[in-house]
């Protein structure tokens, strides 16, 4: 997990903005850009469902800490909504990959996934053009959160 949140502190860089950014258009041309970063918790079948949730919820908590720890620096990277875009979510048993019935499914189920949401533009005014459109886009949202 070390060698992941060294990866992560380099990639992320280019994808996200807050004090570690460095979105650019020679590392992201298309100026894509991400707007959580879910370290999701998953088990096997066996066991309760609240016992599983809570495992699964505990395994992504856990590798949340160890990325953390190996890079203090992941928690400065927000999304256009000025939000952190790290985040852990668990999901027990229920999105198995494999089948619960065998040792080496129930093996493979007991996983950590990391899933990269990306920003979805809803209209065409919100597609950045270049690096600097990035601002225009955040006052969008400033204005939304302010009328509601």
């Known amino acids: 997990m070390?060698?992941?949140?060294?990866?992560l502190i380099d990639e992320l860089r280019c994808y996200t903005l807050g004090l570690g950014s460095a979105v650019e258009g020679s590392c992201n041309p298309d100026l894509a850009l991400i707007d959580s970063l879910q370290i999701e918790g998953h088990t096997d079948s066996q066991g309760t469902d609240i016992f599983n949730m809570d495992l699964s919820t505990k395994r992504g908590d856990q590798v949340f800490e160890i990325l953390v720890q190996a890079q203090p620096d992941l928690l400065a990277f927000d999304n256009l909504h000025a939000q952190p875009i790290l985040s852990v979510a668990g999901y027990?048993?229920?999105?198995?990959?494999?089948?619960?019935?065998?040792?080496?499914?129930?093996?493979?189920?007991?996983?950590?996934?990391?899933?990269?949401?990306?920003?979805?533009?809803?209209?065409?005014?919100?597609?950045?053009?270049?690096v600097a459109d990035i601002g225009r886009i955040q006052d969008i949202f400033d204005r939304g959160r302010a009328s509601q």
Not at 2 to 7: G, T
Request: charged share 35%; no cysteine; aromatic share 4%.
């Open 2 to 7: 070390v060698e992941v949140a060294k990866i």
């Open 92 to 130: 027990g048993k229920g999105r198995p990959i494999a089948d619960n019935e065998t040792a080496e499914g129930r093996d493979n189920n007991r996983r950590i996934d990391l899933r990269f949401i990306m920003f979805s533009p809803v209209s065409e005014e919100m597609i950045p053009h270049d």
